[in-house]
């Protein structure tokens, strides 16, 4: 073992020691868990090194594991809890579903919950509810290949857009697939390009086949890499030039820029729109909404009369999910009218300024990224840019947010996202800042600060 690598590996086994004396319930629980469970968990994500914690419930900003143990809630379920765990509007929205049943054929509650979506989303001419993001994306890249009767849809490097197969390609600065099992003719279809390159997305475009560029203007995956609103106005002329459609992923963007998702945040309003996680805000939902004449491919009374896109899913319509939605979306129509994004994103970027100090306090290399109510830190001397820190190694980085759980802060390690909710004070901002400082105390990055940057992505 190289030298960098035992300062590594001693720091690891320093933080994962601690980790291992506060979480004993959270490891006996992982090994039984393991025996139903494939790896003890619900999804790749939701496992880290040395094991997972298991959480029994959340309140505001704050969750508590089968240990007993706090936690400012910084993952927040992968960014679906926006109003914070059992925001009592969404709480009694799912109660309110109880007297009626849980599924009847074609809810009115749908109607509602597409017509606040038409409210407050510039795109939403027309709503296809549905199950999740992956569903979402991969609907609507079926009805943009529908409409345009083009086959290929182009990727950014460093986006993530859900696990369909076409999609778990380049989600690093490489064009190769994610994991076993997605076929090379799964992913044929989808071209790469580089964000922010208009040569090479002008390039192929000009081939004439493509149907949709998909991107998520929050560039999130790879660390909160957003371009500005003329970089979504040059792709969108682009795009329409060559006869594609703009499809914003607003999975993550959606309801956490603004209300109104990247749409109104860059005001440009793509021609079809994703949505899921904070659209639910908890509850399981997902939607893709667009233009009338592109949405109208998936349109079942008009299946004879051009291109019609088959769509349909059992639970497309739970009733408690819809009602979920319908309270989270009156609270996000709401916080926007009063100021409260602004103030969280100023929280947000607190958040972001306070551990890159904490970091260079003790001479440390690190910059931050913090877009709306979401940041990312970087621990790298190097450019501020996409490019290279698509590249660089985030081991270092993973094993703080690992020690950052020692701390009284939940973040998944490996996606070392912090994501905050509403129901994100200042308070909490204090005690993430405070937490780092003293991870940054008890353990000791400085002997693996100056590691030279490897190159290395997982998801
Ligand atoms: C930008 C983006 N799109 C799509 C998805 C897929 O959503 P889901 O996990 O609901 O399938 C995700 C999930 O993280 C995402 O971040």
Same mark, same amino acid.
């Given at each position: 073992?190289?030298?960098?690598?035992?300062?590594?590996?001693?720091?690891?086994? !320093?933080?994962?020691?601690?980790?291992?004396?506060?979480?004993?319930?959270?490891? %006996?629980?992982?090994?039984?868990?393991?025996?139903?469970?494939?790896?003890?968990?619900?999804?790749?994500?939701?496992?880290?090194? @040395?094991?997972?914690?298991?959480?029994?419930?959340? *309140?505001?900003?704050?969750?508590?594991?089968?240990?007993?143990?706090?936690?400012?809630?910084?993952?927040?379920?992968?960014?679906?809890?926006? @109003?914070? #765990?059992? #925001?009592?509007?969404?709480?009694?929205?799912?109660?309110?579903?109880?007297? #009626?049943?849980?599924?009847?054929?074609?809810?009115?509650?749908?109607?509602?919950? =597409?017509?606040? $979506?038409?409210?407050?989303?510039? %795109?939403?001419?027309?709503?296809?509810?549905?199950?999740?993001? /992956? &569903? %979402?994306?991969?609907?609507?890249?079926?009805?943009?290949?529908?409409?345009?009767?083009?086959?290929?849809?182009?990727?950014?490097?460093? /986006?993530?857009?859900?696990?369909?197969?076409?999609? $778990?390609?380049?989600?690093?600065?490489?064009?190769?697939?994610?994991? =076993?099992?997605?076929?090379?003719?799964?992913?044929?279809?989808?071209?790469?390009?580089?964000?922010?390159?208009?040569?090479?997305? +002008?390039?192929?475009?000009?081939?004439?086949?493509?149907? !949709?560029?998909?991107?998520?203007?929050?560039?999130?995956?790879?660390?909160?890499?957003?371009?500005?609103?003329?970089?979504?106005?040059?792709?969108?002329?682009?795009?329409?030039? =060559?006869?594609?459609?703009?499809?914003?992923? &607003?999975?993550?963007?959606?309801?956490?820029?603004?209300?109104?998702?990247? *749409?109104?945040?860059? +005001?440009?309003?793509?021609? $079809?729109?994703?949505?899921?996680?904070?659209?639910?805000?908890?509850?399981?939902?997902?939607?893709?909404? +667009?233009?009338?004449?592109?949405?109208?491919?998936?349109?079942?009374?008009?299946?004879? *009369?051009?291109?019609?896109?088959?769509?349909?899913?059992?639970?497309?319509?739970?009733?408690?999910?819809?009602?979920?939605?319908?309270?989270?979306?009156? $609270?996000?129509?709401?916080?926007?009218?009063?100021? %409260?994004?602004?103030?969280?994103?100023?929280?947000?970027?607190?958040?972001?300024?306070?551990?890159?100090?904490?970091?260079?306090?003790?001479?440390?290399?690190?910059?931050?990224?913090?877009?709306? @109510?979401?940041?990312?830190?970087?621990?790298?001397?190097? @450019?501020? /840019?996409?490019? #290279?820190?698509?590249?660089?190694?985030?081991?270092?980085?993973?094993?703080?947010?690992?020690?950052?759980?020692?701390?009284?802060?939940? /973040?998944?390690?490996?996606?070392?996202?912090?994501?905050?909710?509403?129901?994100?004070?200042?308070?909490?901002?204090?005690?993430?800042?405070?937490?780092?400082?003293?991870?940054?105390?008890?353990?000791?990055?400085?002997?693996?600060?100056?590691?030279?940057?490897?190159?290395?992505?997982?998801?």
């Amino acid at each position: 073992m190289t030298e960098p690598e035992s300062r590594i590996r001693a720091l690891e086994a !320093a933080i994962f020691n601690a980790y291992r004396a506060r979480t004993a319930a959270s490891r %006996a629980w992982h090994d039984r868990a393991a025996r139903s469970l494939v790896g003890g968990v619900s999804g790749t994500v939701r496992y880290f090194h @040395p094991y997972p914690l298991y959480f029994a419930e959340g *309140q505001g900003a704050w969750a508590s594991d089968i240990d007993g143990n706090r936690y400012v809630d910084h993952f927040l379920c992968g960014a679906c809890l926006l @109003p914070g #765990h059992r #925001h009592p509007a969404i709480m009694s929205a799912i109660a309110g579903t109880h007297a #009626h049943g849980s599924l009847v054929l074609n809810d009115r509650l749908s109607t509602e919950l =597409a017509e606040r $979506l038409q409210a407050i989303a510039p %795109a939403a001419e027309r709503v296809r509810l549905l199950n999740s993001g /992956t &569903e %979402a994306v991969m609907s609507a890249l079926r009805f943009a290949r529908a409409f345009t009767g083009r086959a290929v849809v182009v990727k950014f490097h460093g /986006t993530y857009h859900g696990q369909g197969d076409d999609m $778990l390609v380049g989600l690093d600065a490489r064009a190769r697939s994610l994991g =076993a099992g997605v076929t090379d003719s799964a992913v044929a279809g989808t071209r790469l390009a580089e964000f922010g390159n208009f040569d090479q997305l +002008g390039i192929i475009l000009e081939r004439g086949d493509i149907a !949709a560029v998909l991107v998520d203007p929050s560039m999130h995956h790879c660390g909160l890499w957003a371009g500005d609103a003329e970089t979504y106005r040059r792709i969108q002329k682009m795009t329409r030039e =060559a006869g594609a459609l703009l499809v914003f992923d &607003e999975v993550i963007s959606g309801f956490r820029l603004a209300a109104g998702g990247a *749409q109104t945040y860059f +005001g440009v309003t793509p021609d $079809l729109a994703v949505y899921a996680k904070a659209f639910g805000a908890g509850e399981k939902i997902g939607a893709v909404a +667009g233009r009338a004449d592109v949405m109208a491919v998936a349109d079942p009374s008009r299946r004879t *009369q051009g291109p019609f896109a088959f769509q349909s899913g059992t639970g497309n319509d739970v009733r408690n999910s819809v009602a979920a939605a319908i309270a989270a979306l009156e $609270l996000y129509a709401a916080w926007d009218a009063d100021g %409260a994004y602004r103030a969280l994103a100023a929280r947000a970027d607190r958040l972001g300024q306070g551990l890159q100090n904490a970091f260079a306090s003790r001479g440390i290399a690190c910059h931050y990224n913090a877009l709306g @109510p979401m940041v990312r830190l970087f621990l790298t001397d190097g @450019p501020k /840019t996409l490019k #290279h820190c698509l590249s660089i190694d985030n081991r270092v980085l993973s094993l703080f947010h690992c020690a950052l759980l020692t701390d009284g802060v939940l /973040t998944i390690p490996g996606s070392n996202d912090f994501f905050l909710s509403f129901a994100h004070g200042d308070e909490e901002i204090d005690f993430v800042i405070a937490a780092a400082n003293a991870a940054l105390d008890r353990f000791d990055f400085a002997s693996v600060s100056a590691i030279p940057e490897r190159s290395a992505n997982a998801h």
